[in-house]
C-alpha cells in the first residue's frame, strides 16, 4: 500500500476522526461486539452477602481504619458530637441506625450492605452486595473485574487492548487493539482495510481497493463472500449460500447429493448422499442391519444381526443355521453337525454312538441299538430284559431267565432245562451246573442245581468210605450190617420203585472225622468240606436257612412251621420228586426222596431204619452241633409239611447233601 491513494485517504480520515473526538463532551463508550454491555462476574471477591462483623461492628471492638469506601455505596463519616439520642447509640458522639448502619472505631459510621455488616478495607459494597476491593468496582449498582472490564456512564464494558473500551451495538475492537466504528454493521480488519461511505475497502494481493461488501481476501486472492460471510477456502467452499468444509480438507461436493465420509471420498447412490460405514449400495439402493452395512446379494438381515446367505438362501438364524445347507435347529434351539450329528427332540446326539428313541440312548458298545423300555444293554450286546439278563457287563455276556425262575446265572456254567415230568403233567424250569458234579474219588457224576445264589446236589452223596462204616438203604428189612452196594444207593431210574437214595452217614463221618467226635464237639468252621468232594462242603445251618428263605419258608432254628403240601411255594412241595403225591413238584430240580433215618443202637455196625423207602421223611446232615453227642439235621415232611431243625444223635444215620463253595 506504500504512497498509494487508498493509503493516503485512510491517513486523511484517520485525522478528521482523531479532530473529532476530542471535541466530544463525553466519553466514548466500546463494547466488545455483543448486543448488550457486559455486566461480568466477580473473581475470588465474588459477591457475598455475610457479614464481616468480626472486623466492622462497633460492639466488635474493630479497629479498621476510615479510609473511604473506595466506590461503596456506604462511605464513612467522622462522628460529630449529638445529644438527639442514648450514649449507645452514638459513633464518635453522633447518633446512628443500628439497623442499616453500623460503627467502625467508634468514630466512623458506614451503611450496612445489604442488611449486613462488613470488612470495609477488604470489601466494597455494589448495590447492597458485597465484593473483593483488590478485584472489582462498583459501577452503577453492579460490581465489576478490574481486569479485562472498566465502567462508562455506570455501564460495564469490555476493554479492547490496554485502556479502550467499546460499545458492540455500534464499534467493534480490531486485531490491532483499537476500538473502531462498525462499518455499515459489519467489523473490519484495520489497518488493512477502512470503512468509506458505508463500505469496506481494503487491498488484497495486487487490488488495492476490494469491494469487501461483496468479496473477501484470503491468501491474496479474492473470493465472493458466502451469503455475507467469510471462509477458509483452502479447506472450506461456499454452497448454496452455506459454508460447508471440504470433505477431507480438499474435496468439494454436493452436500444434496453426496455424503462426506472420514476416508475424505465423498458418496452417493441413486443421487443420495449415504454413509458407507453404515449402509451398502447396490443397484442405487442402500442397506443398512443395525446400523452396519451389509452385502445383499451374500448377506441378509435378521433381528440379531447380519449373516451370511447359505447356499445364496436366507434363512432364519433363531431356528435355523448353515451347514453345507439350512438345517432346522433341534427343538428350534440347539445347533448339531449335519452327518455325524442329528436331532433328537430338542436335543442333538452323535449318530455313530447314539440313537433316538423318545430321548437319546448311547449304542451298546457304541454300535449297538436296542428298543428302550424293552431291551438293554450289556457291554457292547443288548438284551431282553423281560426274558434276559446281564450277567458280565464287561464280557457282554447275556443269559437267558429260566421260565419264571429270576435268578441270574453264568451262562457258560449253567443250563435251563424246562419241560414235563413224566407220567405226572408236570412242568418244571431247572437250572443245571453244566457237566454236573464229577466225584474224581470214585469218578462218580451229579447233577447240581442252582437254587437261588446257591448250587446244591440234585442227588444224595453217594461216595462208600474206605473204611466201610457208610451205609446203603436196606433192600430188604430194616436193618443193614455192611456197606454192600444195592439198588437204593445206584437206583437205575429215580422213582418211587427205584430210588437213589444215596448212602447214609453218622455225623462224625459226615464230617470227615473220626468216630470219637460222635462224642465230642468240633465247631466247624464255615464251608467246611467234610465227606463232600473238593470245591463242595457240608451245609452250616446258614446254608440250609438261606434255602428255606429262598423258597419262602420263614424258618429258625431250632423249628420252624411247615407250609401247607400242594403248594407249588411250600418247602416239601417244591423239594420232593412228584411222584410221592402230595402236591410234590421238586420245582428247582433238588430232587428229595423220603430216605428217612437209621441208628447204630449197640454201636456194631448193624444199621436199623425206623423209616422205609415208603417213608414219609427226608433228612440231611449240618455242620451244626447241639452237644457233644447231637448235632442239628434239616428235614421235611411230605405229608404234614413240616420243616424242621432237629438235633438228633451223631451216631445215627443220614443223608448228605453238598453245596458249592
Known sequence: MKNSPLKLAYAIFSIALAIFLSCSDGPILVFPGKDEPIVPPSSSGEASSSSAESSSSEEAGSSSSSSEADGSSSSG?????????????????????????????????????????????????????????????????????????????????????????????????????????????????????????????????????????TYFCYGGESYLLCNGKNYKPDVQFCFGGNIEDKCGGTLEYNPLTEYCHIDGMAYSCGGKPYNPSTHFCSDNKTYSCNNEPYNPSTHFCSSDGIHEKCNNEPYNPSTQFCSNGIHNKCGGTVEFIPGTEQCCGSSKYNIATQFCSNGIHNKC?????????????????????????????????????????????????????????????????????????????????????????????????????????????????????????????????????????????????????????????????????????????????????????????????????????????????????????????????????????????????NVSFTTYKSGTSAFWWSTLESANDKAYTFYVYKGTGATLWGADLKSSYRNVRCLKD
Open 365 to 605: 458298545g457304541g454300535t449297538v441299538e436296542f428298543i428302550p423300555g424293552t431291551e438293554q444293554c450289556c457291554g457292547s450286546s443288548k438284551y431282553n430284559i423281560a426274558t434276559q439278563y446281564c450277567y458280565d457287563i464287561s464280557k457282554s455276556k447275556v443269559g437267558d431267565f429260566c421260565g419264571s425262575r429270576p435268578e441270574t446265572f453264568d451262562p457258560d456254567l449253567y443250563e435251563c432245562r424246562t419241560g414235563t415230568e413224566p407220567n405226572y403233567n408236570i412242568s418244571y424250569n431247572r437250572i443245571y451246573l453244566k457237566g454236573g458234579l464229577k466225584d474224581v474219588r470214585d469218578n462218580k457224576i451229579y447233577e447240581a442245581v442252582l437254587i437261588g445264589n446257591q448250587t446244591w446236589m440234585a442227588l444224595n452223596l453217594n461216595y462208600k468210605t474206605d473204611d466201610g462204616t457208610s451205609r446203603c438203604y436196606p433192600n430188604t428189612g430194616s436193618v443193614i450190617t455192611s456197606d454192600e452196594e444195592n439198588s437204593n444207593c445206584n437206583g437205575t431210574t429215580n422213582t418211587n420203585a427205584y430210588p437213589n437214595y444215596g448212602r447214609y452217614y453218622n455225623w462224625a463221618l459226615a464230617m470227615g472225622l473220626a468216630y470219637s467226635h460222635n462224642s465230642t464237639i468240633y465247631n466247624a468252621t464255615a464251608n467246611y468240606q467234610g465227606i463232600c468232594p473238593s470245591g463242595w462242603h457240608l451245609p452250616s445251618e446258614a446254608d440250609w436257612t438261606a434255602l428255606m428263605k429262598y423258597i419262602k419258608a420263614d424258618c429258625t432254628k431250632p423249628s420252624c412251621s411247615g407250609i401247607v403240601p400242594g403248594t407249588n411255594e411250600g418247602i416239601p412241595s417244591t423239594l420232593f420228586r412228584p411222584f410221592y403225591g402230595y402236591g410234590c413238584v421238586d420245582t428247582y430240580g433238588f430232587g428229595a426222596l423220603h430216605g428217612g433215618v437209621g441208628y447204630d443202637n449197640s454201636n456194631n455196625g
Open 77 to 213: 463519616e467522622e462522628a460529630s458530637s449529638s445529644s438527639s439520642c442514648d450514649e449507645a447509640d452514638k459513633c464518635g458522639g453522633k447518633c446512628y441506625d443500628r439497623e442499616t448502619q453500623f460503627c467502625i472505631n467508634k468514630t466512623t459510621i458506614y451503611d450496612k450492605c445489604g442488611g449486613s455488616t462488613y470488612n470495609v478495607q477488604a470489601m466494597i459494597c455494589c448495590g447492597g452486595t458485597q465484593y473483593s476491593k483488590s478485584l472489582n468496582k462498583c459501577c452503577g449498582e453492579v460490581g465489576y473485574l478490574l481486569s479485562g472490564y472498566g465502567c462508562r456512564d455506570n455501564i460495564v464494558l469490555t476493554k479492547c487492548g490496554e485502556e479502550d473500551l467499546y460499545n458492540p451495538k455500534e464499534e467493534f475492537c480490531a486485531s490491532d487493539g483499537t476500538a473502531q466504528y462498525l462499518c455499515n454493521g459489519k467489523q473490519f480488519d484495520h489497518p488493512t482495510q477502512m470503512c468509506i461511505e458505508g463500505t469496506i475497502i481494503g487491498e488484497c494481493g495486487n487490488n488495492s481497493s476490494l469491494d469487501y461488501n
